[in-house]
């Protein structure tokens, strides 16, 4: 069983900065991806920044140059920077992480139960 654990959400003031950290945890062999979507009300789910174990990149064109993703491979960890935070990233941020197993084959695709970030004045 693995679990997601995401922590760092809160409330900011337009043009301030948070750090998002999410932990896996449970019968983990390794994590190809691990990637941050966020859901705002009445919107869709989308992906935000994606990173895999090899430390390729792919972020949203509406928070790149504001948003840093990177991870600990060692900890199971990926974060995510975000600077320069604007009204209309307020959501809810939902840590996603694809394990496999030895060798190389999918065990799942697993989520964590999400972090509230509120940009407001």
């Known amino acids: 069983q693995v679990q997601l654990v995401e922590s760092g959400g809160g409330l900011v003031q337009p043009g301030g900065s948070l750090r998002l950290s999410c932990a896996a945890s449970?019968?983990?062999?390794?994590?190809?991806?691990m990637g941050w979507y966020r859901q705002a009300p009445g919107k869709q789910r989308e992906l935000v920044a994606v990173?895999?174990?090899?430390?390729?990149?792919n972020y949203a064109d509406s928070v790149k140059g504001r948003f840093t993703i990177s991870r600990d491979n060692a900890k199971n960890t990926v974060y995510l920077q975000m600077s320069s935070l604007k009204p209309e990233d307020t959501a809810v941020y939902y840590c996603?992480?694809?394990?496999?197993?030895?060798?190389?084959?999918?065990?799942?695709?697993?989520w964590g139960p999400g972090t509230q970030v509120t940009v407001s004045s």
């Open positions: 996603n992480a694809d394990i496999r197993d030895l060798h190389g084959v999918g065990v799942g695709s697993y």
């Open positions: 990173i895999t174990s090899g430390g390729r990149t």
């Open positions: 449970g019968s983990i062999v390794s994590i190809y991806a």
